[in-house]
C-alpha cells in the first residue's frame, strides 16, 4: 500500500496514512488501549505490555495483514487492522477481515476514519480477488454482463474507469478467457506461477458456471477432469492461444468428460 496524504476538514494540518513502520509500537499502544476501552488513554506512565509488542512485531510485514495509521505532526491518531484469511475449501476467492478502525477522540469527525477505511480496500484491491467483511467484494476488475444496455449510463457517469465492450455476432469483437494476462504457460517459474493463477482463479471458476447444473455444482471428480482438460487444450494448441473448441475437443475424447455436452452449446450454439 503506498501512502496517502488527506487535508482534514476546519483547514487542519494533513494526515499521512501509511503502514506502521518498526519501532513505532510506542506510539500505537495508546491506540489499542482507546480502542478497547472506550476511547480512554492509558494509566500515565503504562509502558507497552511485552505480550502487545511481541503481536505488532509478529503482524508487522506479513502480507497477508493490513496494518495501517494515521499521522499528523508526526503523532499516531488512528489505525486499522485488516487480515487476509486466505481461499477456503468452497470458495476460490479471500475472504478479510477488518479487525479495528480507531481514530483518537480528538481527531474524530475530520474524516480520518473514511481515509483509513479507503486504505484497507486499496489494500485489499492489490491483493488476489478478496471479500472483506463489513465492505463486501473487493475486486481489481467488475465484469458486469449487460445484454439488454441497463448499464450504459452507469458506465458513462464512470468516464475512464469503465470500459464498454459491445460482444455481437458480425462486429468482429470477441473474449477468449484462456488469454493469460502478464505471461504466456511456459516453463520458467514465474510464467507457470502466472498461468496456475488464471487457471485456478479465472477459467476452472467460469467452466464450473457454464458447465454445471442450474443450481448445482460440478463434483470434484469433474473439476478435476475439467482442470487437467483445460491443460491439455493449452497444450493441443501450443503456442498459439487455444479456444472453446480446443477444449471442447479434448473433454470429447477425455474419460468422464460428460461436460462436454453442456460446453457444446457454447461453442456450436443451441441445437
Not at 488476489?128 to 449510463?153: A, C, M, S, T
Not at 467460469?206 to 448445482?216: R, T
Request: with cysteine; glycine share 12%.
Amino acid at each position: 500500500m503506498t501512502p496517502m496524504e488527506r487535508k482534514p476538514a476546519g483547514g487542519a494540518e494533513p494526515v499521512a496514512i501509511r503502514p506502521l513502520r518498526r519501532g513505532e509500537v510506542v506510539g500505537l499502544w495508546p491506540l489499542l488501549y482507546g480502542m478497547s476501552h472506550g476511547g480512554a488513554p492509558p494509566p500515565p506512565g503504562d509502558p507497552v505490555p511485552p505480550d502487545v509488542a511481541t503481536r505488532v512485531a509478529r503482524v508487522q510485514g506479513r502480507p497477508e495483514h493490513c496494518l495501517s495509521v494515521a499521522v499528523a505532526s508526526g503523532e499516531l491518531v488512528g489505525y486499522a487492522w485488516a487480515q487476509d484469511y486466505g481461499p477456503g475449501l468452497r470458495r476460490w476467492w479471500s475472504v478479510a477481515r477488518l479487525h479495528d478502525l480507531y481514530v483518537t477522540p480528538g481527531w474524530r469527525r475530520r474524516g480520518v476514519g473514511r481515509t483509513l477505511f479507503e486504505a484497507v480496500r486499496e489494500w485489499a484491491a492489490h491483493r488476489e480477488p478478496v471479500e472483506v467483511e463489513g465492505i463486501g467484494p473487493v475486486f481489481p476488475h467488475v465484469i458486469v454482463i449487460d445484454p439488454e444496455n441497463e448499464q450504459l449510463r452507469l458506465a458513462a457517469a464512470l468516464g475512464e474507469a469503465a470500459q464498454v465492450v459491445l460482444v455481437r455476432p458480425g462486429n468482429g469483437t470477441c473474449l477468449n478467457p484462456f488469454d493469460v494476462p502478464g505471461a504466456a504457460a511456459e516453463d520458467d517459474a514465474e510464467g507457470q506461477d502466472v498461468f496456475d493463477d488464471h487457471v485456478a482463479s479465472t477459467l476452472l471458476p467460469l467452466l464450473q458456471v457454464m458447465l454445471a447444473e442450474p443450481g448445482q455444482s460440478l463434483s470434484l471428480d469433474e473439476v478435476g477432469v475439467l482442470d487437467r482438460a483445460v491443460r491439455d487444450a493449452y497444450a493441443r494448441a501450443h503456442p498459439a492461444t487455444p479456444l472453446m473448441a480446443d477444449l471442447l475437443f479434448v473433454l470429447e475424447r477425455a474419460e468422464g468428460g460428460t461436460a462436454a455436452t453442456h460446453l457444446g452449446g457454447w461453442v456450436t450454439g443451441a441445437g
